[in-house]
Nanobody, 124 residues
């Protein structure tokens, strides 16, 4: 059974940091490119970052570049998203996703599996 389980969300003050984790199971993690997306209420799902199977290719949304860092540990079947200098407009549900042999997926439709999401709330 394929599972992607996000954790690490919560309430943080503006200017703070959070590190999100996404634990994968039920598939060969190292065969999948991984991505992070977010969705605020009433908004479309927004691309944040993606990392290739071996971590050699990383792509960030221009609007978030410099504030987020994606990484992965294939030995732990986990992908991470470090977020710094958080702003109230970063408030959203954050999702991780897996795409088979995906190298630079920026569109949600390119991914095969999704987690349930973790809420991030940034207070001003």
């Amino acid at each position: 059974q394929v599972q992607l389980v996000e954790s690490g969300g919560g309430l943080v003050q503006a200017g703070g940091s959070l590190r999100l984790s996404c634990a994968a199971s039920g598939f060969t993690f190292s065969s999948y490119g991984m991505g992070w997306f977010r969705q605020a209420p009433g908004q479309v799902r927004e691309f944040i970052a993606t990392i290739s199977r071996n971590g050699g290719d990383i792509l960030y949304a221009d609007s978030l570049k410099g504030r987020v860092t994606i990484s992965r540990d294939n030995a732990k079947n986990t992908v991470y998203l470090q977020m710094d200098s958080l702003k109230p407009e970063d408030t959203a549900v954050y999702y991780c996703a897996a795409g088979f042999y995906l190298r630079a997926g920026v569109r949600a439709g390119e991914y095969d599996y999704w987690g349930q999401g973790t809420q991030v709330t940034v207070s001003s």
